[in-house]
């Protein structure tokens, strides 16, 4: 199946050369990696043009400013089923998800998941190199949302995924407005809400070596206040 991997970026121009690299080595042929840029200051919509034309399974979708996770998501999304991916996967560009793991999304979305997550926290998943305060904040984040909702995931924050076309159209994320962990959230609800099959598969995270993080507390309140909406909203 044909697959598209969204690759947001925002300053990631010490990472996004390896990363693509990297991605080339595993892909198989006709996928594709769409980088989603929003203006980088540093540069990194233009050093990925200049990689997509080299690289012939890139593209690259440039927006104008910096909005978040979320919208950026969404463009990519848009893009991609337009298209005509069948498999459409999110993941970070500062190597937090191995990209040696994407094989393994994609071959656990083609035995039949609609929704296949790299999850840190089932058996055999792990985080590595992370200071003790966003190790707190991405186990209270699950926490939290088992609290309110009865997803059956361990890792419902996480951003490293892949969908089937079918389910993702399904879901209508054009209709999400949040833009940090309660984006990834919120996908989820919905994916097994329209009742289909989410899988987790075990994978390593590790924090990033180049760059900066873009974690704010906002992306944090922002989980605070909507998961608990999403309840009530049923
Ligand atoms: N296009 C776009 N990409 C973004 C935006 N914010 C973050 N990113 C990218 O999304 C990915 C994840 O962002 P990170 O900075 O690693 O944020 P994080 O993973 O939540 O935080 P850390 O765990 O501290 O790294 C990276 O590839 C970023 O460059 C944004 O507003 N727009
Ligand atoms: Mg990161």
Not at 93 to 120: M, T
Not at 164 to 171: G, V
Request: proline content about 5%.
């Amino acid at each position: 199946m044909r697959a598209t991997v969204c690759l947001p970026t925002y300053d990631e121009r010490a990472n996004l050369e390896a990363m693509l690299r990297a991605l080339g080595a595993v892909l198989g042929e006709g996928d594709r990696v769409l980088v989603i840029d929003d203006s980088s200051p540093d540069g990194t919509g233009a050093l990925a043009d200049e990689l997509a034309g080299e690289l012939e399974f890139v593209s690259v979708l440039h927006r104008p400013r910096k909005e978040g996770l979320g919208p950026a998501y969404l463009a990519g999304f848009k893009r991609a089923l337009a298209d005509g991916a069948e498999l459409v996967l999110e993941m970070d560009c500062d190597f937090s998800h191995d990209p040696a793991d994407v094989p393994r999304l994609i071959a656990a979305a083609e035995n039949g998941a609609d929704l296949v997550i790299g999850s840190r926290y089932v058996a055999g998943g792990q985080v590595g190199s992370w200071g003790l305060t966003r190790r707190v904040i991405s186990r209270g984040g699950s926490v939290y949302t088992a609290l309110f909702l009865r997803l059956g995931v361990k890792d419902p924050t996480a951003g490293f995924r892949c969908f089937r076309r079918p389910a993702l159209e399904a879901i209508d994320p054009e209709t999400i407005t949040a833009r940090g962990y309660a984006f990834q959230i919120e996908m989820t609800y919905r994916t097994k809400r329209r009742g289909f099959r989410i899988v987790e598969v075990p994978i390593t995270f590790d924090d990033r070596t180049h760059g900066a993080s873009k974690m704010s507390r906002w992306i944090v309140l922002e989980a605070v206040w909507r998961v608990p909406l999403l309840r009530l909203r049923g």
